[in-house]
């Protein structure tokens, strides 16, 4: 039996993937259920993941998948989707080839080597625009489930919305992968590590050279 929370953060994944086929970041999942942090959101994921009811995809940054449904989801007449999305659309089996510029920092800023390497990626990750892609080094993301090795996939960018996780270059020699804030006249740049702090730049300091669109794990 789920609880509350665990009922509706199904649900709620379960809508949107069904809506779009892709399932919701970690942001938007503590906010459509009122949580105060992310961390509740990596508990009743992992309880759902422990009780056989979703799936967390390996290749894909926060992908999930779900694998069954309690029977009041299931059979609902209120869901405006009206049964569970037990056939999705197949990924499409066609792969770029993306640039591979060296490696980016998930903890403290580290030098963004340009490299003349290559990344074969799946068509179906990324969307529209011009993509590269960078190695993950450090842990301070991995709590939006970016991990150390990951490859991420950058969408070329000079701009950022609030709350996207970004490329940022600092003081024209570092790069690092962060979540980017507004704080009055600063730039901050979230990690997601409870262990590690934001970083504040001037807006003069930071260059936004791309947001995240997926992520490669190898194993």
């Known amino acids: 039996m789920l609880t509350p929370k665990q009922h509706e953060l199904l649900t709620f994944i379960r809508e949107r993937l069904a809506d779009s086929?892709?399932?919701?970041?970690?942001?938007?999942?503590?906010?459509?259920?009122?949580?105060?942090?992310?961390?509740?959101?990596?508990?009743?994921?992992?309880?759902?993941?422990?009780?056989?009811?979703?799936?967390?995809?390996?290749?894909?940054?926060?992908?999930?998948?779900?694998?069954?449904?309690?029977?009041?989801?299931?059979?609902?007449?209120?869901?405006?989707?009206?049964?569970?999305?037990?056939?999705?659309?197949?990924?499409?089996?066609?792969?770029?080839?993306?640039?591979?510029?060296?490696?980016?920092?998930?903890?403290?800023?580290?030098?963004?080597?340009?490299?003349?390497?290559?990344?074969?990626?799946?068509?179906?990750?990324?969307?529209?625009?011009e993509h590269y892609a960078l190695e993950v080094a450090g842990d301070s993301m991995v709590e939006e489930g970016i991990l150390d090795g990951d490859y991420a996939l950058i969408r070329k960018a000079q701009v950022a919305r609030e709350g996207e996780i970004v490329v940022a270059l600092v003081d024209q020699s570092e790069a690092t992968l962060k979540t980017y804030r507004r704080e009055g006249q600063m730039i901050r740049l979230d990690p997601a590590n409870r262990n590690y702090e934001p970083q504040r730049y001037s807006p003069e300091q930071v260059e936004i050279q791309g947001t995240l669109a997926g992520l490669l794990r190898r194993y």
């Not at 405006?80 to 920092?105: F, Q, T, V, W």
């Open 21 to 129: 086929g892709v399932s919701p970041s970690f942001e938007e999942m503590k906010d459509a259920l009122a949580l105060k942090s992310k961390s509740g959101v990596h508990r009743l994921i992992s309880a759902l993941e422990e009780r056989g009811f979703i799936r967390r995809l390996p290749n894909r940054a926060r992908a999930l998948e779900i694998v069954k449904l309690p029977d009041q989801i299931g059979s609902s007449s209120k869901s405006p989707i009206g049964k569970a999305p037990d056939i999705m659309p197949a990924a499409a089996n066609d792969s770029i080839e993306l640039p591979l510029h060296g490696r980016i920092a998930a903890g403290q800023p580290i030098e963004a080597i340009e490299g003349q390497d290559s990344l074969s990626v799946p068509a179906a990750f990324l969307g529209s625009g």
